[in-house]
């Protein structure tokens, strides 16, 4: 169970914050806001003291009441619907917490400061955002009364440490025959998507897979916010930039796709495909730079080429072209799966296949739930290619 959250009131808060802004002093600390509380007059005890002042500087500099919730190294989500219905998700079920706000405007306002904390503004004109945070926490934010409850804060924390192979083979997400395919597949640079559904682990995968790759090998990572973490030596981080208030210096993923491959990567990463940098993901693979990886949503590894054409044709891709692409660079799709127990598991291995009039369908090469392997028909030609045909 989460530690409960100290309530602190509002009024005091206000003062000493502003006390504490007075002073022009920027960094804060505990002893500032202990000596601030003093000069209020709060008469607290010691260990009320030290739990108060906590929960202030969390108020003015932190995560406010949901500091705890993202604290905890169980939780991967933190969503707050409204002022007095908080959840969390923790080992993959959404679990409601007992933190509660005093009402909306307490809500907004911690929205409104950490957004504007990372450069942007979120105002009845712009009722949306969505910011990187310090800590490797993702905010996305709606404001009442777009969103109809209250104002909506989600909180996405991003894992602290890439697993490896063997990591998820040990939670039970993965069998040890297909964590072997799997390695084998990124030593032997075929090109692959992680696909599955929203909160399915696409990231986690991806970054595992990235874990993989040779040493030796330079990996340029492009992602429209920063979540993967690999655990490889040799990494390039680009992240995408919405334009700020004029509406000037946004960075797409299809720009910073440009960019990387000008930087000599071995392999090339998109972490979420999911509009036209698709075009250039495919032209990539399709000119020397094997061994790629990208995620895609897409709900079972048969919609997978209906998915890239509905991201490609918009760009100006053609369908054939589509199709042409997608057959002659990648290699491979691992399809993952949320179960009802909410554990996160791969669920299927499949592979292109070119049909006579020039589409491309995909196949399931191996079924790979139940943590088991079992080869398909489909499945004969990439066990050849990996050498695992006896």
């Known amino acids: 169970m989460t530690a409960p959250v100290a309530t602190v009131d509002v ?15 920027a960094v804060l600390s505990p002893g500032r806001v202990a000596a601030a509380l003093r000069a209020e007059g709060a008469v607290l005890g010691d260990a009320a003291l030290l739990q108060v002042v906590a929960t202030l500087t969390h108020e003015l500099a ?26 969390v998700e923790r080992g993959g079920r959404l679990v409601r917490t007992e ?11 911690l929205a409104q400061r950490l957004v504007a904390a990372a450069g942007r503004r979120v105002d009845d004109a712009a009722p949306f955002a969505d910011v990187a945070l310090p800590g490797d926490v993702r905010l996305h934010v709606a404001l009442a009364p777009v969103a109809t409850r209250g104002t909506s804060v989600s909180l996405r924390v991003a894992r602290r440490r890439a697993l ?4 998820l083979v040990a939670s039970g997400s993965l069998g040890a025959d297909a964590a072997a395919v799997l390695d084998a597949l990124v030593r032997a640079r075929v090109s692959l998507l992680v696909t599955g559904g929203a909160g399915a682990g696409k990231t986690t995968m991806l970054a595992t897979l990235l874990g993989a790759v040779p040493a030796a090998e330079r990996v340029v990572v492009v992602e429209d916010s920063a979540e993967l973490r690999p655990r490889h030596p040799h990494v390039v981080l680009l992240e995408g930039r919405p334009a700020n208030v004029e509406g000037a210096g946004r960075v797409d993923l299809r720009e910073l796709v440009r960019q990387a491959l000008r930087m000599r990567p071995d392999r090339l990463v998109v972490g979420e495909v999911r509009g036209p940098e698709v075009v250039d993901l495919l032209a990539a693979l399709n000119t020397g730079h094997d061994g790629g990886f990208g995620t895609l949503h897409a709900n079972r590894v048969v919609d997978v080429p209906a998915r890239l054409e509905a991201l490609a044709l918009p760009a100006g891709l053609g369908r054939a072209a589509v199709h042409a692409q997608v057959a002659a660079g990648l290699g491979a799709v691992v399809h993952l799966e949320r179960e009802v127990t909410g554990a996160r598991c791969a669920a299927e291995l499949g592979v292109p296949r070119t049909g006579p009039d020039g589409l491309v369908s995909m196949a399931v090469a191996a079924d790979l739930r139940g943590r088991g392997l079992r080869w398909t028909a489909a499945g004969a030609g990439l066990r050849e290619q990996l050498d695992l045909s006896t």
């Open 99 to 109: 933190v509660r706000f005093v009402d909306d405007q307490a809500v907004r306002a």
């Open 164 to 167: 490896t192979l063997a990591e």
């Open 62 to 87: 932190g995560l406010g009441l949901l500091q705890a919730l993202v604290d905890d190294p169980a939780v991967t989500d933190v969503l707050v619907n409204a002022p007095d219905d908080v959840w």
């Open 11 to 25: 009024d005091l808060v206000s003062r000493v914050r502003t006390r504490l802004s007075a002073d022009g002093r």
